[in-house]
């Protein structure tokens, strides 16, 4: 398997992993986000504070991500369509971090709760 390929694939997996916390976190959460309270406010908050966290964090990597490979072609006078493909998914893997990590966390945290 190519490096570029072995790349996509694993984005594709941490992505499908993501999916599968975001599912669990969405459960863990439906339940006391139904029954509204002072109780849930904090975790009410968070969720949107940690969104807004995420996507700017996502945004500012995306973007030096991109910026680091348009100075290494504008330093080496072009790029090839492999560095390109490599480029964008470092420029995914920094957008997706952020909110990846997060959503991690939340479902380890909230299932340890159940318990």
């Known amino acids: 398997m190519s490096s570029l390929s072995h790349r996509v ?3 594709a997996s941490q992505s499908g ?3 599968a ?3 669990v976190t969405i459960a863990a959460r439906t339940f006391g986000l139904l029954q509204p ?3 849930q406010a904090p975790e009410a908050a968070r969720m949107v ?3 807004v966290v995420a996507a700017c ?3 500012v990597g995306a973007s030096l991500a991109w910026g680091a490979f348009l100075f290494a072609s504008a330093w080496r006078g072009g790029a090839t369509a492999a560095q390109l493909s490599h480029a964008l ?3 995914a893997e920094a957008a997706a971090g952020p909110a990846r990590r997060r959503v991690r966390a939340n479902a380890r945290r909230l299932t340890k709760r159940a318990h």
Do not use: L, N, Y
């Open 9 to 11: 694939s694993h984005f």
């Open 17 to 19: 992993q993501s999916g």
């Open 21 to 23: 916390d975001a599912a």
């Open 37 to 39: 309270g002072a109780r």
């Open 49 to 51: 504070e940690e969104k």
């Open 57 to 59: 964090e996502g945004a």
């Open 89 to 91: 998914i470092d420029v």
